[in-house]
């Protein structure tokens, strides 16, 4: 897999039927390596290991009803009272980030309120806080 833009990580794979899997710590089990997900995993084990949120705090891939249709976000940080402190739109290193994924990230947001929003495709991150009042973002350098 691709280097990305993330501190190095160790983590566990098992190959099967010629297929490649890595172990998934926040749903624990292993899931089909794709570029998104080793993106996602990377975005997972940042958040835990470098900006110190709690792994019981990290959902990964849970539906969420957009109007009539079911989506899937790929990671949500929750606050301690269960609102969403922050969610992520993973995409494979070689998508670009475009309006498009904002649009994206935007729309799951409607429904899930996080305070905070984190674009990346393992290259290049983008992050947000998000100016309820104005209608807008804060684009910032890090996540807090």
Same mark, same amino acid.
Not at 78 to 93: H, M, Q, R, T, Y
Not at 98 to 115: C, K, M, P, S, W
């Given at each position: 897999?691709?280097?990305?833009?993330?501190?190095?990580?160790?983590?566990?794979?098992?190959?099967?039927?010629?297929?490649?899997?890595?172990?998934?710590?926040? @749903?624990?089990?292993?899931?089909?390596?794709?570029?998104?997900?080793?993106?996602?995993?990377?975005?997972?084990?940042?958040?835990? =290991? +470098?900006?110190? /949120?709690?792994?019981?705090?990290?959902?990964?891939?849970?539906?969420?009803?957009?109007?009539?249709?079911?989506?899937?976000?790929?990671?949500?940080?929750?606050?301690?009272?269960?609102?969403?402190?922050?969610?992520?739109?993973?995409?494979?290193?070689?998508?670009?980030?475009?309006?498009?994924?904002?649009?994206?990230?935007? @729309?799951?947001?409607?429904?899930?309120?996080?305070? /905070?929003?984190?674009?990346? +495709?393992?290259? +290049?991150?983008?992050?947000?806080?998000?100016?309820?009042? +104005? =209608?807008?973002?804060?684009?910032?350098?890090?996540?807090?």
């Amino acid at each position: 897999m691709q280097t990305l833009n993330f501190p190095t990580f160790k983590f566990r794979f098992k190959n099967s039927e010629n297929k490649t899997s890595i172990f998934d710590v926040v @749903r624990k089990k292993f899931v089909i390596l794709t570029p998104e997900e080793w993106v996602r995993q990377h975005v997972v084990h940042y958040l835990i =290991q +470098n900006k110190g /949120y709690p792994l019981s705090h990290i959902n990964v891939e849970k539906v969420v009803k957009i109007n009539t249709m079911n989506k899937r976000y790929d990671v949500v940080v929750f606050n301690p009272d269960g609102s969403i402190f922050l969610l992520v739109e993973c995409k494979a290193p070689q998508v670009t980030i475009t309006q498009e994924t904002f649009d994206q990230i935007a @729309r799951y947001n409607g429904v899930l309120d996080a305070n /905070y929003l984190m674009v990346t +495709n393992g290259i +290049n991150h983008y992050f947000c806080k998000l100016d309820y009042e +104005n =209608q807008g973002y804060v684009f910032l350098q890090n996540l807090p």
